[in-house]
C-alpha cells in the first residue's frame, strides 16, 4: 500500500509540475536553522489539509535538499507515514466548504516523544501555499477572483485556481518551532493542554503570515455569526422566540444563525480589488470624473476613531462610489448597511463580499432579527470596522435631502453606551451628480408610477446607458460629529447613569432625533455647486424655462458671486469657470439646448429635461434659501424697513430650516439676515434709504436678477399657503392629520397644472408631511382625541404674512382653487 501511495504521489507531483512556477520566500533562513541539527527529526504544518498544497511542499523539500515531506519516517520507534500536520480540515460539499479546527493527529505523538526524550527536538516549520499573487497587483479579473483569500476554497474553485494561477504560486517558508522549547516553557503543563499550547502557536503565526501575504481577514461573517447566539441579548431573544413560537432551544438558535448568515457581510481583498477595477472602467466609462472635497479633514478623523460615513442617498451608484473613493485614498472600505432587496442572485454575493451586510427594511414586529442584528453592529463597532449607511433610508425621488430616519443612529448609540472605549465619529458625506443614473424612474415614480422591484433583469437593461456621458461626480466630506461630545453636550453625566439592561434610557430618543437631523443637516452645508445645478437654479427661474443667452450668463454670474462673497459654509465649492462657461458644458451634456435668433440666442429645454433639471436645482436649493426669501419680501413689496424684514424672516425662518435642513440656530438668523441685507445693498439690489430699504426699478436688469433670485423659495412658500388656505376651508377640529397631507397633496397637483407649475416634488406628501408635522411641533397645529388637526387665531396670523410674501395673483389662484 506504501508503495502504491508513493507511485500515486510521484505521479501527482510529476503532473503539478509540469504546470505549477513557485516563488518561495525564507527557505535559506530555515535551512540555516536546521542545519545547526542535522539529526533532528523535521515536520512540516499547513494551516489547511490540502493534497495539492502538500504536493507543493513535497517538491520544494526535495529541491532544495531538505527531508522529503511526503515520505514517511520513525521516531523513537514510533513511525508517521508522512512530514507533514495540519491545523484544521474542511467538511462540506465540493461547492460548499468550510473550515473545522483539528490538529493533526501526528500531534500527540510528537509530544509524547519529546517528553519522554528530551534529547529528541522536533523542529516543526510552518509553511503556507497561496495560489496567485496578492491581489493588490493582480490585473487580471478571473485571476483575482479565484487567488487564495481567508474563506476555505471548493474543490472545483481549487482545481480551477490551479489551473489559472499555478505558473504564479507563492510558498512562504517560516522559521523552525522546536517543540522541546514549548515544553520549557511549561514544564509542568500535562500533555493535552501542551497539545492545544502548540495548536495556538501555529494557528497565531499562520494568521499574520497570511495577514502580511494577503491583507488582514476582513471577513467577519465566519467569526461572528456563532458567537452572535452566545450573547445575552440575543439569548434572551431566543428564549422569547421559545416561548412565544412553542419550539426547541435547537430550532430557535438555527433561526438566529439563519438570520446572522443574512445579515453579515463577507469582505475581501480580492473582491474588493477585483471591483476597484472593474469601477475604474465603469467611472471611466460613465463619468468625466470624482472630484473629493475635504479629505484632509477625513485623514485627521481617521486616525483615532471609529468612522460611521454618513453619505445623502441619491442614487444606487452611491454604494460603490463611496468605497470605490476610500480605496483610492488608502483607507479600508466600510461595512455597508443595504437594503434586503439589493441582495440579488450573482449581484448579492458580490456586495456582500465587496463589504455589504444587509437588512430588513422594517422588523419591529421580528424581535429575534432585532436582536441579531442589533448585536452584529455591536460587534462591528467594537471590532473596529468602520461602518457606512444612509440616514435617509430611501433613495432621494426629488434631489432633496430626505427626513432621517433614524433607526440606525439610535442602534449606534446604544452600542456606544454599552461599550464606548472606542470612539466613535460620524462623517456626513455629500454626493451630487451632474446627471443621476436613475433620474427618468425618480420623475416617474413621483408622477404616481408604482416603484419597480430591483431585479437582475433590470440590472442588466442599465448596461445600455453605460454609453451616455453622465458629467463629473462631486464627494465632499463634512464636519465630523464626535459621539462622545455630542452626548456630553446633550446628556452632561451620561457616562456615569444606569443605562438598563437594553441600553434604551428615557433620554436617547431626544437625542437620536436631534443628532440625525444634525447629521442631515451636516450633509447639506457639505454641498458642492457644479454647473449643471446652478444652471438648474437659473433656468427653472423663469416661466417658460428659457432664457436669453445673455441674461443667463449674467444669472448664473450672480449666483457665483453671491456664493463667493457669501458661501453658504466654509465648505462651499463652486465649479471652475463662469456663466458663459457653464452654458456651453450644459449644451454638451444634452441639458438645454440653443435657439439661434437674430436678436441673440436663447438657450431653452423641452419639459423633460425642465422636470430632470429640478432634481438638481433640489440638490442646492438650501444654498440660496436666506437670500431667495429676502428676495421673495422684495418682488411683493417695493419698499420695507430692516427691522420688518428681519422680523419677518425670523418668523418663516423655522420652516425653511425644517424642510432644507438649514445649519444656522434659530437665535444666529438675524445676524445672517443682516449679512445678506448689506451684501444685497452693497452690489445694488436693494437701496437703504435711513431705515427703509427699497427694491430697484422694475425696468433695471438688478430687479430682474432679484426676480430670478426669489424664485428659488417661492414653491416652499406656496406650499405652506395651500395647507394653510386648506385648514382654514376646513376649519378647527374636522380633519386628520393624514386626510389633510393627502388633501394638500391633491391640491398641490391641481394647481401644479392649472398653473403650469412643472415640478413632481410640489405636490410630494413627505414635503406636506413635514410641514404639519413642524406645525404640530411648534404648537400652531395641535391634535385633539380623535386624532383631528385643531388650531387658533396663529393660524391667521401666518395666513397675513403670506400676504406678504406672495404676490395677489398667486394668493388668489390658490383660493379660488382650494375654495372650489
Not at 326 to 348: D, E, R, S, T, Y
Not at 392 to 404: A, D, H, I, N
Not at 485 to 492: F, H, T
Not at 614 to 630: D, G
Request: a positive charge; proline letters at 4%; glycine letters at 6%.
Amino acid at each position: 500500500m506504501r508503495a502504491l501511495f508513493s507511485i500515486v504521489n510521484a505521479l501527482s507531483r510529476g503532473l503539478l509540475k509540469i504546470w505549477v512556477r513557485t516563488n518561495v520566500v525564507g527557505i535559506k533562513e530555515s535551512q540555516e536553522v536546521l542545519a545547526n541539527q542535522p539529526e533532528q527529526p523535521i515536520f512540516y504544518a499547513l494551516p489547511h489539509r490540502s493534497y495539492s498544497a502538500s504536493l507543493v511542499l513535497d517538491s520544494e523539500t526535495r529541491k532544495n535538499g531538505l527531508p522529503h515531506a511526503l515520505e514517511p519516517v520513525e521516531i523513537a520507534g514510533k513511525k508517521f507515514n508522512s512530514r507533514i500536520i495540519y491545523l484544521s480540515r474542511t467538511e462540506g460539499r465540493w461547492l460548499r466548504r468550510r473550515s473545522m479546527p483539528y490538529l493533526h493527529q501526528s500531534v500527540p505523538d510528537m509530544i509524547d516523544i519529546c517528553q519522554n526524550n528530551p534529547e529528541i527536538k522536533v523542529q516543526i516549520v510552518p509553511m503556507n501555499v497561496f495560489w496567485g499573487r496578492s491581489p493588490n497587483k493582480e490585473k487580471s479579473f478571473l485571476k483575482i477572483w479565484l487567488g487564495d483569500t481567508w474563506s476555505v476554497a471548493s474543490k472545483l474553485r481549487r482545481i480551477v485556481s490551479i489551473i489559472l494561477n499555478g505558473r504564479n504560486t507563492f510558498v512562504h517558508v517560516s522559521p523552525p518551532l522546536d517543540i522541546q522549547n514549548i515544553i520549557s516553557e511549561s514544564p509542568n503543563m500535562e500533555a493535552p493542554r501542551l497539545i492545544r499550547k502548540l495548536g495556538r502557536v501555529l494557528r497565531v503565526h499562520f494568521r499574520h503570515t497570511r495577514s502580511a501575504v494577503i491583507g488582514p481577514d476582513l471577513s467577519h461573517r465566519r467569526t461572528l455569526v456563532h458567537r452572535l447566539i452566545r450573547k445575552p441579548m440575543v439569548k434572551a431573544a431566543i428564549e422569547a422566540e421559545m416561548q412565544d413560537k412553542g419550539i426547541s432551544y435547537e430550532k430557535a438558535a438555527a433561526k438566529a444563525i439563519k438570520y446572522g448568515d443574512e445579515i453579515a457581510s463577507n469582505q475581501s481583498h480580492s473582491t474588493i480589488r477585483f471591483l476597484d477595477i472593474v469601477l475604474t472602467w465603469v467611472w471611466n466609462k460613465l463619468y468625466n470624473g470624482v472630484q473629493v472635497q475635504n479629505l484632509d479633514q477625513l485623514k485627521t478623523t481617521y486616525k483615532d476613531n471609529e468612522i460611521i460615513y454618513v453619505p445623502c442617498h441619491r442614487s444606487h451608484i452611491d454604494y460603490l462610489l463611496l468605497s470605490y473613493v476610500l480605496f483610492k485614498n488608502g483607507f479600508v472600505p466600510p461595512q455597508i448597511a443595504a437594503g434586503i432587496n439589493l441582495n440579488l442572485p450573482v449581484v448579492g454575493p458580490i456586495l456582500r463580499r465587496g463589504g455589504a451586510f444587509f437588512m430588513r427594511r422594517s422588523f419591529k414586529d421580528n424581535p429575534l432579527y432585532s436582536a441579531v442584528f442589533d448585536e452584529y453592529l455591536h460587534a462591528i463597532f467594537t471590532s473596529g470596522y468602520s461602518t457606512e449607511y444612509f440616514i435617509e433610508g430611501g433613495r432621494s425621488r426629488t434631489g432633496r435631502t430626505l427626513k432621517p430616519r433614524a433607526g440606525m443612529l439610535a442602534m449606534t448609540v446604544r452600542s456606544f453606551l454599552r461599550d464606548s472605549h472606542k470612539p466613535i465619529v460620524f462623517m456626513p458625506v455629500y454626493i451630487g451628480y451632474e446627471k443621476v443614473f436613475e433620474g427618468s424612474t425618480y420623475q416617474g415614480e413621483l408622477r404616481g408610477k408604482t416603484k419597480k422591484k430591483e431585479s437582475l433583469l433590470g440590472i442588466f437593461k442599465t448596461l445600455k446607458d453605460l454609453k451616455k456621458n453622465f458629467g463629473r461626480v462631486y464627494l465632499t466630506f463634512g464636519d465630523a460629529i464626535d459621539l462622545n461630545q455630542y452626548l456630553d453636550s446633550k446628556r452632561p453625566g451620561w457616562k456615569t447613569e444606569d443605562h438598563g439592561a437594553d441600553y434604551r434610557p428615557a433620554w436617547t430618543t431626544e437625542v437620536v432625533n436631534d443628532l440625525a437631523i444634525d447629521v442631515v443637516t451636516g450633509i447639506n452645508k457639505a454641498a458642492a455647486l457644479n454647473p449643471i445645478n446652478m444652471l438648474a437654479l437659473a433656468i427653472l427661474a423663469s416661466p417658460k424655462q428659457a432664457m436669453d443667452e445673455t441674461v443667463l450668463a449674467q444669472t448664473l454670474n450672480l449666483y457665483r458671486d453671491l456664493a463667493k462673497d457669501m458661501p453658504y459654509s466654509h465648505l462651499t465649492t463652486l465649479p471652475e469657470g463662469n456663466g458663459s462657461d457653464w452654458i456651453k458644458y450644459a449644451e454638451d451634456m444634452h441639458v438645454v439646448e440653443r435657439l439661434n435668433h437674430p436678436l441673440g440666442d436663447i438657450i431653452r429645454m423641452d419639459e423633460a429635461q425642465a422636470v430632470m433639471l429640478t432634481y438638481y436645482r433640489n440638490n442646492v436649493i438650501h444654498l440660496f434659501a436666506i437670500p431667495s426669501m429676502l428676495a421673495c419680501l422684495f418682488i411683493n413689496n417695493v419698499k420695507m424697513k430692516r427691522d420688518d424684514v428681519v422680523r419677518f424672516a425670523k418668523t418663516i425662518y423655522p420652516y425653511l430650516k425644517a424642510e432644507l435642513f438649514l445649519h444656522w440656530q434659530e437665535d444666529e438668523i438675524s445676524g445672517v439676515i443682516d449679512q445678506w441685507l448689506d451684501l444685497c445693498v452693497s452690489k445694488g439690489y436693494l437701496t437703504q434709504d435711513g431705515e427703509d430699504l427699497i427694491r430697484p426699478s422694475v425696468s433695471s436688469n438688478n430687479y430682474i436678477m432679484l426676480s430670478v433670485l426669489s424664485q428659488q423659495v417661492i414653491q416652499i412658500l406656496e406650499r405652506y399657503y395651500i395647507a394653510i388656505a386648506l385648514l382654514q376651508r376646513a376649519g378647527t377640529g374636522s380633519v386628520s392629520k393624514d386626510d389633510m397631507v393627502k388633501n394638500c397633496s391633491l391640491m398641490a397637483q391641481r394647481i401644479s397644472i392649472l398653473h403650469g407649475l412643472n415640478a413632481p416634488e410640489f405636490f410630494d406628501k413627505s414635503l406636506f408631511k413635514n410641514l404639519i408635522e413642524e406645525l404640530l411641533e411648534r404648537k400652531v397645529l395641535t391634535l385633539n382625541e380623535e386624532g383631528n388637526i385643531e388650531f387658533g387665531d396663529r393660524i391667521e396670523s401666518i395666513a397675513n404674512d403670506a400676504k406678504i410674501l406672495l404676490n395677489a395673483d398667486l394668493r388668489r389662484s390658490i383660493l379660488q382653487v382650494t375654495l372650489n
